[in-house]
Nanobody, 125 residues
């Protein structure tokens, strides 16, 4: 059974940094496409960053140059390093994973099958 468990959210001032972690289990050989999404109150869930099986990454324009997605298959963990945080980055952050090829390089929520419960990030001015 696939499980994703996020951690690392919290409150930070603008300009600060946070690192989110997502423990991923249930995929044989850690073979999956992974991503981070976020959803602010009253807004649609939006893709933030994706990472392929081999480590190829893709980012939303709003976070390019500030966020870094990575994976450590020895620890079965996805990461999202968030730097230069802005109040507009405040949201619930979700990690997601899928083995379906449509998830490759995708920032479309419907392309992913498995989701974590989310971790809250709040950035104050």
């Amino acid at each position: 059974q696939v499980q994703l468990v996020e951690s690392g959210g919290g409150s930070v001032q603008a300009g600060g940094s946070l690192r989110l972690s997502c423990a991923v289990s249930g995929f044989p050989n850690n073979w999956y496409y992974g991503a981070w999404f976020r959803q602010a109150p009253g807004k649609q869930r939006e893709g933030v960053a994706s990472i392929g099986v081999g480590g190829v990454t893709d980012y939303a324009d709003s976070v390019k140059g500030r966020f870094i997605i990575s994976r450590d298959n020895t620890r079965s963990t996805l990461y999202l390093q968030m730097n230069s945080l802005e109040p507009e980055d405040s949201a619930m952050y979700y990690c997601t994973a899928s083995q379906g090829y449509q998830a490759y390089g995708s920032l479309v929520a419907g392309h992913y099958e498995h989701w974590g419960q989310g971790t809250q990030v709040t950035v104050s001015r």
